[in-house]
Every structure is written in C-alpha cells, then in structure tokens.
C-alpha cells in the first residue's frame, strides 16, 4: 500500500509564497516521476509541475517563474515552493507519483485572498 500526504496548505496574501510538500509511504521500491496538480472550484484538474527521480522538471506555463518544484528521493518527499501567489492560484494541490501505477494525495488546499 502507498500513501502520499500533502502539507503546507493555508490562506495566503497574493503576492506572498507557500511551500508544499509531499512524503510517499508504504510498499515503495523506486519512484519515478512525482509531481503536483491542482483543481479550482468549478475547473478540472490540471498540471502544475512534474519533476523525474533525475531531476528533470516541467511546469505548466502560467506557473513558469513563479513555481519551483524539488524532491528528495531519500525521504520520498516531493515539494511545491510557489511565489507571488495570485487569487487565480487558489485551489486544491494534490500531489502524484508514479511507481508501478498512479498514486495520488488528498489533496491541500491552498487559498490566495487578501
């Protein structure tokens, strides 16, 4: 069983910055790509960021500059560092991973509001 738990989610001011992240747990042998997506209320899920067990790294293009994304493959950890935030960023963030299949987190929420 894997288990992916998101923290780090809150009320932010727009413009201030949040830090996510996300330990993987349970039966794991080797992660490959880990990553974030986020949903807006009324909207689809869509991708934030990915990043591979090497390093690579792929963003969405509206988080291009403002979003950092890094892991720590021995803590199985996956982290969303995100800056000037805008009310457009508010939404749930669930993080991924891919091992054998798809795991997904809960989901935290992040809400940007002034």
């Known amino acids: 069983q894997v288990q992916l738990v998101e923290s780090g989610g809150g009320l932010v001011q727009p413009g201030g910055s949040l830090r996510l992240s996300c330990a993987c747990s349970?039966?794991?042998?080797?992660?490959?790509?880990m990553g974030w997506y986020r949903q807006a209320p009324g909207k689809q899920r869509e991708l934030v960021a990915t990043?591979?067990?090497?390093?690579?790294?792929n963003f969405a293009d509206s988080m291009k500059g403002r979003f950092t994304i890094s892991r720590d493959n021995a803590k199985a950890t996956v982290y969303l560092q995100m800056n000037n935030l805008k009310p457009e960023d508010t939404a749930v963030y669930y993080c991924?991973?891919?091992?054998?299949?798809?795991?997904w987190g809960k989901g935290t929420l992040v809400t940007v509001s002034s």
């Open positions: 991924t991973a891919r091992l054998t299949m798809d795991y």
């Open positions: 349970g039966s794991i042998f080797r992660i490959l790509d």
């Open positions: 990043i591979t067990s090497g390093g690579s790294t």
